[in-house]
């Protein structure tokens, strides 16, 4: 089955800063990638994602970048700020029937 | 933050119990999941149901139980055979069971055995 692995487990930048926080897949069927915000208390949120078929989706502040050949994808926020404070969880998944597999999250703490 | 309701939000049981988490969405989605979340362990799936009368084990369903009688709800049952019970529970809905269908949590249920 599919394994995710995050990297790092915590992040601490300045505010203005830009945050990269990296995932590895093992599965070369997996096709769709989704990064879901988890602030504190409160319940995780998707914030974007990125099928195989592209390389690079942005939205704003945020950007996720593929990389099929080496089964690796990353979340890119630029110009930090203290609301970006929050767990990170990057996912993978086939989009067929398959559920999702989560990495093991990344804390990111925006230091003002 | 509506469509998907847990109850209760803290739970406390003692060793040997059973308890039933609930997990209620009205937001007509056919799939939903329970997961657990512990400290540096990311989000674990233990069972989903992708219809009505239908749900498959996920990757730590030893110890838990589940059933799917009605679309809007998916309670999960912790067993006495559960191990190590004491966790943060979330329950998620998707209008269907393919990946890119974004995942609704709900708030979560803390459960602690004593």
């Known amino acids: 089955g599919e394994n995710v692995e995050q990297h790092p487990s915590t992040l601490s930048v300045q505010e203005g800063d830009s945050a990269v926080i990296k995932c590895t897949y093992s599965d070369s069927a997996s096709n769709y990638f989704p990064w879901y915000k988890q602030e504190l208390g409160k319940r995780p949120q998707l914030i974007i994602d990125?099928?195989?078929?592209?390389g690079e989706k942005k939205d704003q502040r945020i950007a996720v970048t593929l990389n099929k050949t080496a089964k690796h994808f990353s979340l890119h926020i630029t110009e930090t700020q203290p609301e970006d404070s929050a767990v990170y969880f990057c996912a993978a998944a086939y989009s067929g029937n398959t559920p999702l597999v989560f990495g093991k999250g990344t804390r990111l703490s925006v230091i003002a | 933050d509506g469509g998907i309701t847990q109850s209760p939000k803290y739970l406390f049981r003692k060793e040997g119990q059973n308890v039933t988490l609930s997990c209620e969405q009205n937001l007509n989605h056919d799939a939903m999941y329970w997961y657990r979340q512990d400290p540096g362990q990311g989000l674990r799936l233990i069972y989903y149901s992708q219809i009505v009368n239908d749900f498959q084990k996920g990757d730590i369903a030893e110890g838990y139980s589940v059933s799917r009688e009605k679309k809007e709800s998916f309670p999960l049952t912790v067993t006495s055979a559960q191990k190590n019970p004491t966790a943060f529970y979330l329950c998620a809905s998707s209008a269907g069971l393919a990946a890119y269908n974004e995942q609704f949590f709900g708030p979560g249920t803390r459960l602690t055995v004593l």
């Open positions: 990125i099928r195989s078929n592209v």
